[in-house]
């Protein structure tokens, strides 16, 4: 058994704010802004590939050696990886391949209590990086998150009350739309940060693997 395993973030082209990669994906939301980052397929491939024959070939190891991170760019954006040749470890065991193999079709094994997501590589990565066999432990909203879907995530967090800005009209706050018509003077209010990134809270780099 082979793995590498990947920290990811990228730098938000239209606020700032960093985005984390937690999965093998074309399209990211920036919790932050809520504005869909999408990335070509074969600029990812290449950033992929090149990971891996460093690790595989240079034995050049990141995140083990010095765990600093490198700065580079795709697409324009600055782009923060860390990665190293390692097992996919969870509350200090080591998930080996036989538990991957028997879980695959499942698409996840639970380890004390935590789901972590297995799957084998999206259609045209598994193709360019058909040495790689499986991912696992990716973020399970972006991994499972369709091109072209805009739709803004709202993490399940119940609707709050938030007083129109013009009338002080109560509004109903649930996290799907930044921009609030008011039912009673037809204003329309803009969410402020603080209540907005409790429904977009803005997403930690999460460590998931390349394995084989
Ligand atoms: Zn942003
Ligand atoms: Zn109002």
Redesign the pocket.
């Known amino acids: 058994m082979e793995s590498i395993a990947l920290e990811i973030k990228l730098e938000?082209?239209?606020?700032?704010?960093s985005?984390a990669m937690n999965a093998m994906n074309t399209e990211f939301e920036?919790?932050?802004?809520?504005?869909y980052?999408k990335l070509s397929q074969g600029a990812l491939i290449e950033c992929y590939t090149e990971i891996i024959r460093r690790v595989v070939k240079d034995n050049d190891n990141r995140l083990k050696v010095t765990g600093s991170v490198i700065p580079f760019f795709l697409e324009g954006m600055q782009c923060t990886r860390l990665y190293g040749k390692k097992f996919p470890f969870y509350d200090g065991a080591q998930l080996d391949m036989e538990t991957i193999e028997k879980n695959i079709e499942a698409g996840f094994v639970i380890i004390h209590e935590k789901k972590i997501l297995l799957r084998r590589l999206p259609r045209g990565f598994d193709q360019a990086l058909s040495n790689v066999k499986y991912l696992v432990g990716e973020d399970e909203v972006q991994a499972n998150h369709l091109p072209g879907d805009t739709r803004k995530q709202a993490d399940g967090i119940q609707p709050v009350l938030f007083s129109c800005l013009s009338c002080g009209g109560a509004l109903s706050v649930d996290g799907t739309t930044r921009i609030l018509e008011c039912n009673y003077c037809k204003n329309s209010s803009y969410i402020p940060d603080g209540l907005w990134l409790k429904f977009h809270p803005v997403s930690m780099v999460k460590r998931w693997y390349l394995v084989w």
């Open positions: 938000c082209k239209s606020c700032g704010n985005i920036c919790k932050a802004c809520c504005e980052v």
